[in-house]
């Protein structure tokens, strides 16, 4: 019996309460609202070994204004941990992992791999040396594995049966647990007619009952609806206009323990590089959406993630703008730093090798979007405030365990940027360490940048200062 599932309900309940009476009433759309950090399993090291969920519940931080055409960091303002799972991808049966591309998937600094990523698991039946090649390859990365399990024409049974499997018999101890992807597009890609909200709801419901009678550790990651933006009516709706997130969370938040979402802002649409660039900023407006949706249904807060992210979802390349692209390794920099601002817990990028343009790795190596990846991995663990007046230039701050202060800086412009940096509460030991992605280097150590002077920002680049104490 799992106790805490029979406590939400009546937790969520006195909660609710309390907030309704604390703050007369759930906040609107895009209220902010205090984060919950889920804390990951260890990933330095290559066991895989569950470890408990320790969510928490920081108090806001009153934030200063930025500094007129200057970027300005306070060092001494911590807005909490950074979560090492944003540092994730997708992968699956569907990719071609060579021998060539392995050097640099082992160098990026992976933190997190989703399996079977994508389709492939509502449209075929895993086999179970597929799974054991996937925990390896975790293994051999020390990335946190997440497993979905098929629902498509399946039975609790089975995705009981691969808890078991994976858990029970050999141990692998897998922590994030997924059930089915898109469910919101089986109506129309997989011709379920009539397959709705209240269909889902209760499918997902049996298969997470099933899954935690074989182990009550898990942590269930849900609902991964496709193309989430919180904006009413552009979000995803059953053909009774009932929104399937929403519906989700009303009948299955007691259960879910991350709130899941995926988003691709440009479809099968070609966008031109500016188009691409300027959509980053929706972030800033979908993820307190979310929270508050989370707050309002369920009466608490909890993690969330976003399993499933990119430019474009079709296989499509050699533009522009496509995911290919260099300008789409720009905008993924600004991303992935405006899902850390939000506190977001887990991100996993679609995908890893494959998938048309949409791939980080091709047959004949790295696209530009990967040299993201080596970049942040230098970046700290502790959040720390960053603000700039300039939306075509984008700042991100956080310090290091060994007392450094990282700076990514994201020129989203055409033109190259001059702009003075103001640091507050930290005295630097020199000049900054710098590395520089743009249409010269790929993720490369340049010269040591003089912080008494401007900083020169080349257009569409991204540079990490790596500033000593």
């Known amino acids: 019996m799992n106790l805490r599932r029979i406590a939400a309900p009546i937790l969520n309940t006195l909660f609710a309460l309390f907030v309704l009476t604390a703050c007369g009433g759930p906040g609107p759309v895009g209220t902010p609202t205090p984060e919950v950090s889920l804390l990951p399993l260890e990933t330095a090291t290559p066991a895989v070994t569950a470890t408990p969920m320790l969510p928490s519940l920081p108090s806001p931080t009153p934030k200063p204004t930025a500094v007129p055409g200057a970027l ?7 807005l909490g941990p950074i979560n090492p799972l944003v540092y994730g991808t997708n992968t699956g049966p569907w990719q071609d992992l060579t021998k060539s591309m392995m050097p640099y998937i082992e160098s990026a600094g992976f933190t997190f791999l989703r399996f079977p990523g994508g389709n492939w698991g509502d449209e075929y039946v895993l086999a179970e040396a597929r799974l054991d090649e996937y925990i390896a ?20 049974e089975s995705a009981a049966y691969w808890v078991e499997y994976a858990n029970v018999t050999k141990g692998y101890g897998i922590k994030y647990w997924g059930i ?21 709801n209760q499918q997902w419901r049996e298969f997470a009952l099933a899954m935690e009678a074989v182990d009550p550790t898990i942590v269930l990651v849900g609902p991964e609806m496709h193309q989430f933006t919180g904006r009413p009516f552009e979000d995803p709706t059953d053909a009774h206009n009932k929104d399937w997130l929403r519906e989700f969370l009303v009948a299955n938040g007691d259960l879910v323990d991350v709130v899941a979402i995926h988003r ?69 920099a600004d991303v992935l730093g ?8 887990i991100v996993a990028q679609f995908g890893l090798a494959g998938g048309g343009g949409a791939g980080l790795m091709a047959t004949r190596g790295p696209r530009p979007s990967y040299y993201v990846y080596p970049l942040y991995k230098q970046f700290g663990s502790e959040l720390v405030y960053a603000s700039s ?27 190259d940027a001059k702009k ?5 509460n930290f005295t630097a030991s020199g000049p900054a360490e710098t590395w520089r992605l743009d249409a010269e280097h790929n993720a490369e150590l340049i010269d040591p940048t003089p912080l008494d002077a401007p900083l020169n920002l080349p257009a569409l680049s991204v540079t990490l200062l790596v500033i000593g104490p």
């Open 420 to 424: 003075p940096l103001v640091l507050a």
């Open 72 to 78: 300005f960091v306070d060092a001494a303002l911590a």
């Open 389 to 415: 007046d300039d939306e075509a230039v984008r700042i991100y701050a956080a310090r290091r365990e060994d007392g450094a202060l990282t700076l990514m800086i994201v020129n989203l412009g055409d033109e």
């Open 264 to 332: 691709y802002p440009f479809g099968t649409y070609d966008p031109s590089p500016n188009e691409l660039l300027r959509s980053s900023a929706e972030w800033d407006t979908i993820i307190p959406n979310l929270r508050a949706l989370i707050r309002e249904t369920t009466g608490r807060d909890l993690p969330i993630a976003v399993t499933e992210v990119n430019s474009n979802w079709a296989t499509r390349a050699g533009k522009e703008g496509t995911p290919d692209s260099f300008a789409n390794a720009i905008w993924w």
């Open 338 to 345: 405006r899902l850390i601002a939000q506190r977001v817990d």
């Open 180 to 200: 089915g992807n898109e469910p919101s597009l089986y109506a129309t890609n997989r011709k379920l007619e009539g397959y709705d909200t209240v269909t889902y």
């Open 137 to 156: 390859l975790c293994r051999q990365l020390g990335a946190e594995p997440m497993v979905n399990v098929k629902l498509f024409k399946a039975k609790p």
